[in-house]
């Protein structure tokens, strides 16, 4: 029997990238990064969760969805993409914002949370970047650049984000949902009769 072997190809990330997202060594920068972060989160709520205005009425959040839809008669829109503003005004026109504002000031308080406590940080830096990138695309720049790439690198950081933190334990008590199946080959062998030498 005649044996061939196939080789995936794999192309390598730069090292020092690879140490920098995946060994724990330098979870400790993820550390300021996430709690710096986290931080911003919970101030942010802060401001909101004691306003009735967002957790109540949602008046607040109508208010911000009402001036970012508006195009003026000179000068430029606050939204960019006509497809979003589409979007934004359905939710006014279906009075959303009564319940969306309660969400976003208390999602604010518990991506906050996550983060500082290092929970499932690739997560909550997920939601924290979604929720960046839709103030940005409402208009509002502020801080939401600087925090939308503090997001980002927590994401690409997952794995040791928060190694200083409650992933420690979490991750390998819970694992993650491709964990179960660990076979990654690089070469395999891969033997059929049908590629025996004639005379065998």
């Given at each position: ?7 995936k ?9 690879t ?7 330098f ?7 996430r709690?710096w972060?986290?931080?911003?989160w ?10 009735p ?16 839809v ?6 430029r ?11 934004l ?16 000031a208390?999602?604010e ?25 839709n103030?940005m ?6 801080i939401n650049?600087?925090l939308?790439?503090?997001a980002?690198?927590?994401i ?11 992933d420690f ?5 819970i694992?993650?949902?491709w964990?179960?199946?660990k076979?990654?080959?690089?070469e395999r ?7 025996e030498?004639?005379?065998?």
């Open positions: 029997m005649m044996a061939i072997t196939l080789k190809r794999v192309i390598e990330e730069p090292q020092a990238i140490q920098l997202l995946s060994n724990p060594r979870s400790i920068i993820w550390l300021v990064i709690v972060l986290g931080w911003q919970i101030e942010a709520s802060s401001h909101k969760i004691g306003n205005a967002w957790v109540q009425t949602g008046e607040a959040l109508k208010g911000f969805w009402t001036s970012a508006a195009i003026p008669e000179g000068g829109p606050a939204i960019a993409f006509d497809w979003y503003r589409s979007f005004q359905g939710l006014l026109d279906a009075q959303a914002y009564t319940w969306f504002a309660k969400l976003v208390y999602g308080l518990i991506i906050g949370i996550a983060l500082i406590l290092g929970m499932f940080v690739g997560i909550a830096a997920f939601f924290s970047g979604f929720m960046n990138w103030f695309m409402a208009g509002s720049a502020s650049p600087l939308f790439v503090a980002v690198t927590l690409l950081a997952w794995k040791t984000a928060g190694y200083l933190g409650a334990f979490l991750l390998p008590a694992g993650t949902p964990s179960r199946n076979f990654v080959e690089e062998v891969v033997t059929s009769p049908a590629l030498p004639a005379g065998d």
